[in-house]
């Protein structure tokens, strides 16, 4: 489903990732984890096509379209959805509205007809129940006033609404609460089919408990140093990222 | 965050859509201004004496007047004697029928989405379709009649209701009240007067359209709204204008009278020629507009969407006389490429216990100016008054410019005054994050304008709601990237 394939990329003139090589297959969930300031988001961001980044080489693939090439909305309508660590506010604009419009830009991306409002009312009822999310939320202006529980989960039905191919989820444990992460990952699980895939980018293991990866990833540096299962997560949880950091100038060393 | 808005602002020519020119034969006063031009508009119109005097007078007034200055806007001065000051098309004037009015112009209007085939109206509203310095023909005049209503253009109020025109024509606004409406004052020409007798609700919209189509002429119209005791009407006019290299002068007067009980809502949605892109043309709009809740318990609201115009000088204003009386002012204006507005309002609480509600969004785009200006004055009288004004503006890039010029007057103790102003700009990661959902730019940016207008838009009569909406949206199309 998406192949990145050597990728440097970085922010005026300031390179951050240096050559990452990434493969995801429908139906895997994938985690990227990595100290701060290693990268990640900055791979969020990039494959989601943030005009601030430069990517100076590489390639990524998706669904077999050269993904570098799409605008962002492009990007979205062939399937690509971003969970945002910081979700924006838009004063006045509804989120059901906003939702709605999503929804139809990317069906008119699609080349299908536009929903109209009793069956886009129906879906949203449907995922209401299974996101756990108040009908009052999405009847307020978007992520105005939303607490951080709030936006994240909004985040999640709104992936859930758009039914993404591949869905990044950019720190989505930052600032929440145990029970506020449960009922985000919940939410992620029931989106997972053998159709699609979810990159999971964060920081911590905790959410990893509740969203399985099928394989980590540790990005140091700009690079993926090191790949496992799910257990690798486990170890960097209980050794922390200064073993990463130790084994890497061990090698640097040995080679010197 | 400033380097990336550079990305939205790259600009690429507005689309006017009612840039249009209807080639019919005209018949126009020569150019310019003396007492003979008044002489030849009340003559055409076949005024009674009484007015002409009044029209001679204001000219005199007018004559010994400046120009304002003090506005947040520069523009060359205005050469009076280049103006045609009335132009009519050449057709049978107060048609019998509207089946009477020539079908070309009957095609301009339904070019312009108004149709004056009453069937095909929208049930629920009425039009008066004014042409340069004429009316042409009012809908469901007949429907309304039997209610007591009147509804009709100026000049035939005039001839039909001169009591009534004598009583209140510049009660509110005085001819000489300010340079341009001593001048409107002087060669006013067509607009609508609107009659609502005591205790009757309107059943409908009553609206006006305004349509420059003459060139180097000027609009001069006057609007004059009267409501009696416990009546309630909602009245809406909308203009458009020719794409035209030169300025063209729009300089009109709006009075409201609302007496006790009474409730008027008047809604405007202004969308002359602006100019284009680098700023050539467009129309000039001096307009005065103030309503007077002259009755206890009377309600007066103002809702403007402005988005054309090169200039906009306009302030409806509120004279709360009335004890309990209430006075709004909804106002969202939209500035693009060249575009200079200084719009707001004037709420002067006399009455004891009287309110009012100040609510202005300010959008900037290109290289526009965009002023709010406005007054809050509590008389020594006007106990427990209250006013509460929010004036927000919104930025999109950073070669457009907002202010705010507030401006509170209070002379009483009793007084709760509130004044709320907010600047902010569309955020890269704002568009973004619409981005990323599959909503291109030009969408994302109607998104947050019309979120960020949305409280005012809400004001708006349903029928008019929508249309509104996307002329927001077109009026900044091209303003990003």
Request: one cysteine or more; glycine letters at 8%; charged letters at 25%.
């Amino acid at each position: 489903m998406l192949r990145i394939q050597n990728l440097h990329a970085g922010i005026e003139e300031r390179e951050i990732l240096k050559g990452i090589n990434l493969t995801i297959n429908a139906g895997e969930v994938h985690a990227i984890m990595g100290p701060n300031g290693s990268g990640k988001s900055t791979l969020a961001s990039v494959l989601a096509g943030r005009e601030a980044y430069e990517v100076s080489q590489g390639s990524v693939d998706f669904l077999g379209k050269d993904l570098l090439e799409l605008a962002p909305e492009e990007r979205a309508g062939e399937g690509l959805f971003l969970a945002f660590q910081y979700p924006v506010e838009i004063p006045g604009l509804s989120t059901t509205n906003f939702i709605k419009t999503a929804l139809n830009e990317v069906r008119k991306y699609r080349g299908e007809e536009p929903m109209d409002s009793l069956a886009f009312l129906k879906m949203m009822k449907e995922k209401m129940a299974m996101m756990e999310i108040d009908q009052s939320l999405l009847s307020r202006p978007l992520n105005e006033g939303f607490s951080g529980g709030e936006k994240k989960r909004n985040e999640i039905f709104q992936m859930a609404m758009l039914q993404p191919k591949l869905a990044i989820l950019d720190e989505t444990d930052s600032g929440l609460d145990i029970d506020a992460i449960r009922i985000v990952a919940n939410g992620v699980n029931k989106l997972k089919s053998k159709d699609n895939a979810v990159l999971v980018v964060t920081h911590y293991q905790r959410l990893l408990d509740y969203i399985v990866p099928d394989f980590v990833h540790v990005l140091y540096n700009g690079r993926i140093v090191k790949s496992g299962g799910k257990e690798l997560a486990l170890e960097l949880e209980e050794k922390g990222y200064d073993f990463i950091k130790n084994e890497i100038r061990a090698a640097e060393e040995v080679n010197q | 965050m400033n380097d990336g808005l550079s990305a939205i602002e790259k600009t690429v020519l507005t689309d006017y859509k009612y840039g249009f020119v209807t080639d019919i034969e005209a018949d126009e006063a020569p150019k310019g201004l003396n007492e003979d031009t008044i002489r030849f508009i009340s003559a055409k119109k076949k005024e009674p004496q009484w007015l002409l005097d009044w029209r001679l007078k204001s000219y005199r007034h007018w004559l010994k007047m400046e120009e304002p200055a003090w506005a947040n806007i520069k523009y060359p001065p205005i050469d009076f004697q280049d103006i045609i000051f009335y132009s009519a098309p050449k057709q049978k004037i107060n048609p019998n029928s509207l089946d009477e009015i020539d079908p070309e112009l009957k095609r301009t209007f339904e070019k312009l989405g108004i149709s004056l085939e009453e069937q095909k109206r929208l049930t629920g509203v009425a039009v008066d379709a004014v042409i340069d310095s004429v009316s042409i023909g009012t809908t469901f005049k007949e429907q309304l009649g039997e209610l007591g209503i009147i509804f009709c253009s100026m000049s035939e109020a005039v001839q039909e209701h001169p009591e009534l025109i004598k009583k209140y024509l510049g009660s509110v606004v005085p001819p000489t009240d300010n340079h341009f409406a001593a001048l409107n004052s002087a060669v006013f020409s067509d607009g609508s007067f609107c009659y609502i007798p005591k205790g009757v609700r309107c059943p409908m919209e009553l609206s006006t359209y305004f349509r420059i189509n003459a060139e180097n002429t000027g609009q001069f119209e006057r609007t004059l709204i009267v409501a009696e005791e416990g009546s309630y009407v909602s009245y809406l006019e909308g203009c458009t204008a020719p794409m035209r290299d030169e300025n063209q002068l729009h300089a009109a007067v709006v009075e409201l009278i609302a007496l006790d009980n009474a409730e008027i809502k008047y809604s405007t949605v202004q969308n002359w020629y602006p100019g284009d892109k680098q700023g050539k043309g467009g129309i000039y709009n001096f307009v005065t507009k103030r309503g007077i809740c002259m009755g206890d318990h009377s309600k007066i609201s103002w809702t403007q969407v402005e988005t054309g115009s090169a200039i906009t000088w306009k302030y409806p204003s509120v004279i709360l006389k009335g004890d309990h009386s209430v006075g709004e002012f909804y106002s969202v204006a939209v500035t693009n490429n060249h575009q200079q507005a200084d719009t707001g309002t004037k709420m002067m609480h006399i009455g004891k216990n009287t309110k009012s509600r100040i609510v202005s969004k300010g959008i900037s785009a290109g290289v526009s100016n965009n002023s709010y200006r406005g007054l809050v004055q509590v008389n020594r009288k006007a106990d427990n008054a209250r006013n509460f004004s929010q004036c927000d503006s919104l930025l999109l890039g950073d070669k457009c410019g907002a202010h705010t010029f507030p401006y509170i007057e209070v002379k009483n103790k009793t007084a709760v005054v509130e004044h709320e102003a907010t600047t902010s700009k569309i955020g890269e990661d704002q568009i973004f994050y619409c981005n990323q959902r599959g909503i291109d730019t030009e969408t994302a940016v109607a998104l947050i304008v019309n979120g960020f207008a949305r409280e005012v838009m809400n004001q708006l009569p349903m029928e008019f709601a929508v249309e509104a909406q996307k002329l927001l949206a077109i009026s900044l199309e091209g303003s990003v990237g």
